[in-house]
T-cell receptor, first 111, second 110 residues
């Protein structure tokens, strides 16, 4: 059974719209993260949460908002989508500061 | 500048050959992980090795923290090992932020 679930697997959106990327982990971890992988760029860190509290935010734009409704959930809301937001978004989890495990990713295409 | 540098950028091996992948980093690392990214894009954690030597299966990682470098040795390569190998470090910010290298693309031919 998959331990980190990301939904949807693929997402196509129009410029200016809003989307929510879902992440749930069943590893019993207390920390969760979002990373982004754009074409031909290394994976880049976006957010970290520990015990449902924001620890670190490395996104320059407020259009990206993480939302943690339960301790094993960390969704990512993206508003006013732009073509440059096209990327694969990975959710990860860990015990705080230990080895991180990644979900399968959501591939977002903004037209 | 880039905090994590991986070499080589790409590597082609005949099945059965060994591979040596390098990771150099420009700052202190309190955590270091090696990942495998499949051609389909999924990411799998291979090893967590902030210092010393660790083995798992055909993989051996050696990290020399003082010299800010780590290596990943893959023995007896198989075609299914083809993909991208990523090195990532946590600089000790206590925030869980991993910095990734650009990866080594490995192609193993039969």
């Amino acid at each position: 059974d998959p331990k980190i679930i990301q939904k949807p697997k693929y997402l196509v959106a129009v410029t200016g719209s809003e989307k929510i990327l879902i992440c749930e982990q069943y590893l019993g971890h207390n920390a969760m993260y979002w990373y982004r992988q754009s074409a031909k760029k290394p994976l880049e860190f976006m957010f970290s949460y520990s015990y449902q509290k924001l620890m670190d935010n490395q996104t320059a734009s407020s259009r990206f908002q993480p939302q943690s409704s339960k301790k094993n959930h960390l969704d990512l809301q993206i508003t006013a989508l732009k073509p440059d937001d096209s990327a694969t978004y990975f959710c990860a989890s860990s015990q705080h500061l230990y080895e991180q495990y990644f979900g399968p990713g959501t591939r977002l295409t903004v037209l | 500048g880039q905090q994590v540098q991986q070499s080589p950028a790409s590597l082609v091996l005949q099945e059965g050959e060994n591979a040596e992948l390098q990771c150099n980093f420009s700052s202190t690392a309190t955590q270091l992980q090696w990942f495998y990214q499949s051609p389909g894009g999924s990411l799998v954690s291979l090893l967590s090795n902030p210092s010393g030597t660790k083995h798992t299966g055909r993989l051996t990682s050696t990290t020399v923290t003082k010299e800010r470098r780590s290596s990943l040795h893959i023995s007896s390569s198989q075609t299914t090992d083809s993909g991208t190998y990523l090195c990532a470090i946590d600089r000790g910010s206590a925030l869980g932020r991993l910095h990734f290298g650009a990866g080594t693309q490995l192609i193993v031919i039969p």
